[in-house]
């Protein structure tokens, strides 16, 4: 059962990974592997993948533990960021390799295939934003974080963060048109 992330050290578990102990690892899946879950879900909108996309995330986070630098950010951050560049470079490489067929001209391949433009749309208007109005949307968003929450990671005032919210939904908005 996950314990409170205040009381779970997630530095201390990835410093254990690094030095090889699996147990840590496995601790960091029961705490955060339902929410990391949650996050590929969200953002490829199929089970099995995101699935697929965890598991690849505990096994970059597992090889890349040793790299991992608290100055830049926290542990828990660095997780969920690991595990939304997997998700979102699926989605970006698989618009590269598929190709349109008649597979896609049933109502529920409509459907799924709107879906994934629609994510795919999302991804490309992500990108044009500024990298801190980016993260203040994807804390928001994809982590659940609260404005204040966000403000207090970013070390940026709240108004700040309230307006770059604000202005990236509307750029979004207005690149989904």
């Not at 660095?78 to 001209?105: I, K, Q, Y």
């Amino acid at each position: 059962m996950p314990l409170a992330e205040s009381t779970f050290d997630y530095e201390a578990r990835l410093a254990a990974c690094a030095r090889g102990e699996r147990a840590a690892l496995r601790d960091l899946y029961v705490q955060e592997g339902p929410r990391l879950l949650g996050v590929a879900k969200r953002l490829v909108r199929d089970t099995a993948l995101a699935e697929d996309i965890v598991h690849e995330a505990f096994i970059k986070i597992w090889n890349g533990a040793a790299g991992f630098d608290p100055a830049r950010g926290s542990a828990r951050g660095w997780m969920f960021s690991v595990t939304r560049h997997l998700a979102l470079n699926l989605l970006r490489d698989h618009g590269r390799e598929t190709p349109f067929n008649e597979a896609h001209e049933s109502a529920e391949d409509d459907d799924s295939f709107d879906a994934y433009a629609h994510s795919t749309r999302i991804h490309h208007c992500l990108e044009q934003l500024e990298p801190k109005r980016r993260n203040c949307i994807l804390h928001a968003y994809v982590d659940g974080y609260s404005h204040a929450q966000i403000a207090a990671r970013l070390d940026t005032p709240l108004g700040t963060v309230k307006a770059w919210i604000k202005r990236s939904l509307n750029a979004l908005r207005e690149c989904m048109g």
